[in-house]
Nanobody, 121 residues
Framework: VQLQASGGGLVQAGDSLRLSCEASERTYSSYVVGWFRQAAGKEREFVAA????????YYASSVKGRFTISRERAKNSVYLQMNSLKPEDTAIYFCAGGSSYATYPSGYPHWGQGTQVTVSS
């Protein structure tokens, strides 16, 4: 499975942005897609994840209530709606996929190329 992330950009604090992650093929029901981010000089961190079949979602505490992950199976796509963005949300955002839910990068064998999100104050 190949994943392609898109939708990043430069926004102001308080604005919204929606990221997309498109898979190259239809994924099986137990597949999990996660979003991670990596700020300059920092380690890659978990943001959110969704189970493709059930739609169950998981969030990091830092984004819960502001970010929403969703999926559209007909388009083999997962979205990350980001509201009330803060300067500390600035990072490269990656989507990743695998057969089980994890909050660490090595738990996902499939990765997209990343999309830059910059939030100005």
């Amino acid at each position: 499975v190949q994943l392609q992330a898109s939708g990043g950009g430069l926004v102001q604090a308080g604005d919204s942005l929606r990221l997309s992650c498109e898979a190259s093929e239809r994924t099986y029901s137990s597949y999990v897609v996660g979003w991670f981010r990596q700020a300059a000089g920092k380690e890659r961190e978990f943001v959110a994840a969704i189970r493709i079949g059930s739609g169950a979602t998981y969030y990091a505490s830092s984004v819960k209530g502001r970010f929403t992950i969703s999926r559209e199976r007909a388009k083999n796509s997962v979205y990350l709606q980001m509201n009330s963005l803060k300067p500390e949300d600035t990072a490269i955002y990656f989507c990743a996929g695998g057969s089980s839910y994890a909050t660490y990068p090595s738990g996902y064998p499939h990765w997209g190329q990343g999309t830059q999100v910059t939030v100005s104050s």
